[in-house]
Nanobody, 124 residues
Framework: QVQLVESGGGLVQAGGSLRLSCAAS????????MGWFRRAPGKEREFVAV????????YVENSVKGRFTISRDNAKNTVSLQMDSLKPEDTAVYYC?????????????????WGQGTQVTVSS
């Protein structure tokens, strides 16, 4: 069983940066692809980024490409989302997720493990 705990959310002005972190329990962290999703008020959950177990491959959604970067530290069982040039439309609850398969289906299929989310609010 994998437990995920997000941190790093908060309030930031437009143009600012935040770094989200997700700490995972368990000794098989390396086996899991890790990703980030977000849900804005009144909207459906949206895929943001995913990274492979080794960290050697990653995919970032076009809407945030060039502004958001996903990374992981397998020694610390953490995955991070560096968010730069934030916009008010990035306001959402951000969720960390884990799954044994790394592929583009990560964006849409039912994933095995989820964190509880961390709020990111970007003021204009």
């Amino acid at each position: 069983q994998v437990q995920l705990v997000e941190s790093g959310g908060g309030l930031v002005q437009a143009g600012g940066s935040l770094r989200l972190s997700c700490a995972a329990s368990g000794r098989t962290f390396l086996n899991y692809a890790m990703g980030w999703f977000r849900r804005a008020p009144g909207k459906e959950r949206e895929f943001v980024a995913v990274i492979s177990g080794s960290g050697g491959s990653a995919y970032v959604e076009n809407s945030v490409k060039g502004r958001f970067t996903i990374s992981r530290d397998n020694a610390k069982n953490t995955v991070s989302l560096q968010m730069d040039s934030l916009k008010p439309e990035d306001t959402a609850v951000y969720y960390c997720a884990a799954d044994l398969s790394y592929d583009l289906g990560f964006r849409t299929r039912s994933l095995a493990h989820w964190g509880q989310g961390t709020q990111v609010t970007v003021s204009s």
